[in-house]
């Protein structure tokens, strides 16, 4: 397979796994982008390597820096603006899961908190608030867990899921 087979694969790929994090295709493909290239890509050159628009490629960069996964790098001499992308893994991991965790985990656990206090004594009623406080309950255990996760540092993540899966 020749690099840029492999780059257009890679980037593909990536694409189709963004639609799974919660983002769009195209966000995560200039993502990929980004995280194989050298070095740092103007709109305009991501824009002309992915053929999408100026308002998409723009829209989805500006996305990518709010998630903290790309930043702008400044070069002097230049009015362009140019975008480099986090290229450690781990702190891309992280940030995918703060990420989730806010759009997610946190406004279900806020839902949870509000229908806790459902009133009645029927079966169902007691039905309802038991499901609640166990669907609570595993949340919560989840939301401190990826607390953790992403306050550690990789090599405490590594041991420990080398420890889980033995």
């Given at each position: 397979?020749?690099?840029?087979e492999?780059?257009?694969?890679?980037?593909?790929?990536?694409g189709?796994?963004?639609?799974?994090?919660?983002?769009?295709?195209?966000?995560?493909?200039?993502?990929?982008?980004?995280?194989?290239s050298?070095?740092?890509?103007?709109?305009?050159?991501?824009?002309?390597?992915l053929?999408?628009?100026?308002?998409?490629?723009?829209?989805?960069?500006?996305?990518?820096?709010?998630?903290?996964?790309?930043?702008?790098e400044?070069k002097?001499?230049?009015r362009?603006?140019?975008?480099?992308?986090?290229k450690?893994?781990?702190?891309?991991?992280k940030?995918?899961?703060?990420?989730?965790?806010?759009?997610?985990?946190?406004?279900?656990?806020r839902?949870?908190?509000?229908?806790?206090?459902?009133?009645?004594?029927?079966e169902?009623a007691?039905?309802?608030?038991?499901?609640v406080?166990?669907?609570?309950?595993?949340?919560?255990?989840?939301?401190?867990?990826?607390?953790?996760?992403?306050k550690?540092?990789s090599?405490?993540?590594?041991?420990?899921?080398?420890?889980?899966?033995?």
């Open positions: 397979m020749q690099l840029d492999g780059k257009e694969r890679f980037i593909q790929s990536w189709a796994l963004g639609s799974n994090w919660g983002v769009s295709r195209t966000m995560a493909q200039i993502h990929a982008l980004l995280l194989l050298p070095k740092a890509l103007s709109a305009d050159e991501v824009m002309e390597a053929s999408v628009s100026r308002g998409n490629a723009n829209m989805n960069i500006r996305a990518l820096i709010d998630w903290g996964l790309v930043y702008k400044l002097s001499g230049e362009k603006e140019y975008f480099v992308a986090e450690d893994i781990w702190e891309v991991v940030k995918i899961i703060t990420q989730r965790k806010k759009k997610e985990l946190e406004p279900m656990l839902v949870l908190d509000e229908v806790s206090g459902v009133e009645g004594n029927s169902d007691e039905e309802f608030r038991k499901m406080r166990e669907i609570k309950l595993f949340s919560n255990k989840a939301d401190s867990t990826l607390d953790r996760l992403v550690a540092d090599n405490w993540f590594v041991g420990t899921f080398l420890k889980l899966i033995k």
